[in-house]
């Protein structure tokens, strides 16, 4: 047998295996997880990163491939981005559930309207604790994020008492359109990631990724102007999960930016009971000034402090003063106010 036909017949042979194998459902080799995850007019194609992904060394398109934040170019900013994309290795592509309920509790006493107040110091609300910046701030913010440390509910606090925590963009000053991904820590809803973009969706709850209370969490919520088009991204950084899509059509109010401790209302219109958080630990919190590449904290941009008072002006919740680099502060649990539950 000549040398061209044995090399013939080896080239039959091994076509004919692969075809035995794909007709066998046999995959020859191992893919990478995608699903196809949706949340009203969010869609997009979840990939999740390959165990080889190296961020720090991926092109623009790979980083927005694998639902990672945009990478910044400011010194400071790029080394914080740089500890928290190597540590995102498990991408969760399972679909945020709506919740409706919960979306209606927590915005039915959003503060609206807000005057710029440029030499503001501080200010008062029945549902929010922490800190804003923005007041009007020159163009405003793309861009806002931030650590916390996932609180841990103290006893006795029971069903009907409630504490969520969120980074978002908007809601404060001049119209109510808010983009914003937090945790929801409290013993009424238990302990889980969520997103929202309010007013035009629910609250979406994260179902794929289960945090403990401690554990380090970043969020991030980015807007790209030019296309409408709102990014949200939340990452258990303890353990490596998080969760990350787009959501079309939907800008929200540039002129603030807030980190914030919050206790939501009842269906009926009244305050809840605030949970037992003990004291929220915000750290790495920035903001981008929009159409530029520059991240500052929030002492940056004419900050204002936001303390949570109970229908009868006693203080419930407040943040504490702002270290030296304007990134870092305390946001502190007072009492629970008078509330009802549900």
Same mark, same amino acid.
């Given at each position: 047998?000549?040398? $061209? ?7 039959? $042979? ?37 165990? +080889?992904? +190296? ?18 170019? #400011?010194?400071?900013?790029?080394? @914080? ?33 807000? @005057?710029?107040?440029? +030499? $503001? ?26 650590? %916390? ?22 809601? %404060? ?22 997103? #929202? ?5 629910? /609250?979406?709850?994260?179902?794929? /990724? ?6 380090? /969490? $970043?969020?991030?919520?980015?807007? +790209?102007?030019?296309?409408?088009? @709102? ?24 002129? @603030?930016?807030? %980190? ?66 304007? #990134? ?15």
């Amino acid at each position: 047998m000549s040398k $061209f036909v044995r090399r013939f017949l080896a080239c039959l $042979f091994a076509c004919a295996l692969l075809l035995a194998l794909a007709s066998a459902g046999i995959r020859t080799a191992p893919q990478a997880h995608a699903a196809t995850t949706s949340a009203s007019t969010a869609t997009s194609t979840c990939v999740a990163p390959p165990a +080889n992904f +190296n961020p720090l060394t991926a092109t623009k398109s790979e980083i927005a491939l694998y639902g990672l934040p945009p990478k910044p170019t #400011e010194k400071k900013s790029l080394q @914080s981005w740089e500890q928290i994309v190597t540590t995102a290795k498990h991408r969760d592509c399972a679909a945020s559930v709506a919740r409706p309920d919960l979306s209606s509790r927590l915005h039915a006493s959003m503060p609206r309207s807000h @005057s710029v107040t440029p +030499n $503001f110091s501080n200010s008062s609300w029945y549902t929010w604790s922490g800190y804003a910046t923005g007041w009007g701030y020159g163009s405003g913010f793309d861009e806002a994020r931030g650590n %916390w440390y996932l609180p841990c509910v103290s006893a006795p606090d029971a069903y009907g008492y409630h504490s969520i925590t969120w980074v978002g963009l908007g809601g %404060w000053y001049n119209n109510e359109y808010l983009l914003q991904a937090g945790t929801i820590n409290d013993p009424t809803w238990g302990l889980s990631l969520w997103w #929202e973009a309010w007013p035009s969706n629910k /609250i979406q709850v994260i179902s794929g /990724i289960y945090p403990r209370c401690g554990d380090d /969490i $970043f969020s991030d919520v980015w807007v +790209n102007y030019s296309t409408s088009t @709102s990014y949200y991204y939340v990452e258990d950084y303890t353990t490596g999960a998080y969760y990350s899509n787009h959501y079309n059509n939907f800008v929200p109010d540039r002129q @603030s930016a807030e %980190w914030i401790d919050e206790r939501p209302t009842c269906a009926d219109g009244n305050y809840t009971p605030l949970a037992n958080f003990g004291s929220t630990y915000f750290f790495h919190s920035t903001a981008e000034v929009t159409g530029t590449s520059t991240y500052g904290s929030i002492s940056s941009y004419r900050p204002g402090s936001i303390k949570m008072t109970a229908s009868n002006g006693a203080v419930i919740a407040a943040p504490g003063g702002l270290d030296s680099t304007g #990134e870092i502060f305390r946001d502190y649990w007072y009492g629970t106010g008078s509330g009802e539950l549900c």
